[in-house]
């Protein structure tokens, strides 16, 4: 990659008006303030931007934050370390098997704690059964902020309930699994489980033939999001844009290859990557994600060596790891999800900070939609995949 | 049978209906005959009960499990209320599905003023009903009946699918138990009742005022056993 | 990757005079960080990220840290020999000396390379104090993935970033006057904490009934073993 010039890059972010567009100039009106949200049916949730329009054109948008704000920051020192794990949970909750294994590896990190490979194993197929919900989800999602109303989505929450009862027969929950410990996983999964497993993964590639026949050569779909939305990589990487979003803009970076964390070294997967960094390139690269997903399913499955599922070793109460810092951070299916966790030496966290990706990916959200009009808005901030759990905290 | 005061626009009935002369088990007999007997009030909470739109409307986790709820596993067409409207100016059923956070809770109450009467509210999960696992947090709303008042409490966090259905029929329950006039009849039926809920203002330290008094007393206090 | 030492000697041969110095991590992950003067921050973050073998284009996570005051004790012996008995044992007297550490707001910036692929390079900025010299230079124009995160570290710590292009709360409403993550903020204290055994809580329970209810007043439980 080229040396981009950052310097220029950021001048003109912090200059107020300098990214403003050449606005269609049939319309001698004044600009109009529209407050979009907190409750808006495309918004994902609580989320509300506020976008200055000329005409039809935006020529700002300031997203504002902070209508789910639920202090998990505060909480998460008020609590043990291990009493943090069920909050994190309600992080992201389109995927909390992966906030669970991203606080239990920092915790590990923090702590010098092992995890047996059985463990390690479990995780994989955990978080990429997880990747397939999240996924499934926000392509549905995305569809419904299109306009195809109802259809998409119906088949995504088809999909998503024979993942939840996966998830339900293991941990207990549907949602709020609450799964990982650290130094292992609560509770072993059952040959039957395992079956399950087996039985959802081979079966997954041909509900995304039947999803992507209804979805990637549709004309209107292609229509309205192919060049909605760039995203230079440049901007990408300067602004912390991690995950799909990242790697959609053509920048090869997976944390899965990159911090090499967990057993995911054993697996043979491909990282997609995209080229033009629209909406469009969004949704194919979580698209083809999922096939890769189902490959490291299919091999994690195979490969499943017994063994104790948690370290014999692993303290549970009376949990406390000795002063010092650690931040811990995996791929999760919205980007880079990390914990920074400063220990005093005392049960409790002295400081509790989850790095978010979904809210730092909104960063970029005016960026993508200036000189675009509302409805591209609705269909850009769909294609970043945020819930709003993580992006208040 | 109903005639409208034009004073004030209110309901009245004005002939006392007779005691029913009717037993519950000879109507039940009529019924198999292929004779139906009903009086308005039943048609008129019938049609109310079967047709309660909820508000398109997710705060958190629970909305997630709102939407399943709605898709093809769960299908809450099955008792009517699929039509999800994204203005409360169509809706009748406002599902608190998540944690309101105090920074929310006026946009919270606002929508349920601009809903039109008759309106219910069912407070889902445990953080609608009291701030659940968040409770101790600062940004927190210990409960949204502090604001409005809730008709239905599903309890779970998140509340499965299942109970989000079961409340529902609840709630069908509870408006087919309304009557249509008299001192016992719901709120939208009465003068004396307000629909709308004053919304609170934001604060330097907490949202003011921290409750609304006309819906919400502080429970008895817990005693504590040393 | 170069280790904190190497980076900071880089450092100290590139801005010389600028207070630079690492912050060594007991802990077991060893990730140990360097602490910059906020003089030369700017710069030194510039040439973080434009330096050919370090690249670092990234930055991932922006921390606030809030340190308040600690009073320090330290026992020192002082042996005064004994003036009858010269050659005889001193007498120890026992003296202790209490210091006030002075407060401050630390912010934690955790930087990666996307190009070169390693990471994470930390670095720390401290404020003066925790009142009215809170400020440490704005990092956002450097990368602006820190324009969101330092405006939450403004809204919650209070820690003014000096060159920020939009410092305004972000997570809690403008006329909030708190910062509620410091660890002295006292939250509004709106619910009936109820007696649950875990240690904080409890505390706070006692502290809402501090009367101990007389055994008459606790109502038997139905059911419960006597
Ligand atoms: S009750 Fe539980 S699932 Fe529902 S919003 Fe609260 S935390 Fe989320």
Redesign the pocket.
Known sequence: MSVPDFSALNAERATPGARVREVHDSFHGDLLEVSMGPHHPSTHGVFRMIVTLDGETIVKLKPVFGYLHRNHEKLGETVTYLGSMPYTD?LD?LSSMTNNWAYALAVEKLAGQAVPERAEYVRVILAELTRLLNHTCLVGFLMQDCGCSGTPLMYAFREREYILDLFESLSGSR??CNYQRFGGCRVDPSADWLAGAQKLTDRYGTFLDEFETLLTGNEIIMARTQGVGKLSPELAINAGVTGPMLRATGVNYDLRKVDAYGVYPRFDFRVPLGDHGDVYDRYMIRVLEMRESIKILQQALAGLPAGPIMDPKAKLRSFRPKAGEAYGRIEGPKGEIGFYLLSDGSPNPYRYRIRPPSFINLTVLEDMCLGHTVADAVIILGSVDIVL?EVDR | MFKRDPEDGTLSQDVTPPPPSVTETERDELRRQGILLTTLQELYTWGNSHSVWPLNFG????AI?MIAASMAKFDIARFGSEVFRPSPRQADLLIV???VTKKMAPQVIRLWNQMPEPKYCIA?????ISG???KQGYNVLKGIDRFIPVDIYIP???PRPEALLHGLVQLQKKIQGFKLTGPDAPRHFRDDQPCNCPVPEFGEHDLEPPANPAVWTAPPAIVRKD | MESPEQIRDRLLVQFPGAEISVVTNPGIAAQHSLLLGAAHARAIAEFLRDDPTLRLDQCSNVTGIDWPEKEIVETTNISTPDPANPAGPPTVVEQKTKRLQPGFLEVVYHLYSITHRHGPVIFRLRTGNRTDQATVPSLTPVWCSCEFQEREVFDLFGVTFVGHPDLRRILMWDEFKDHPMRRDYVEPDDYEWEPTPHGAVLEKTKAHYPTPPTPAAVAPVKGAAP
């Open positions: 309600r909750y949602m709020m759990g | 705060l958190a986790c629970c499990e599905s998540g944690t889902m999960g445990a953080c609608a659940g696992p968040f779970g966090c998140p």
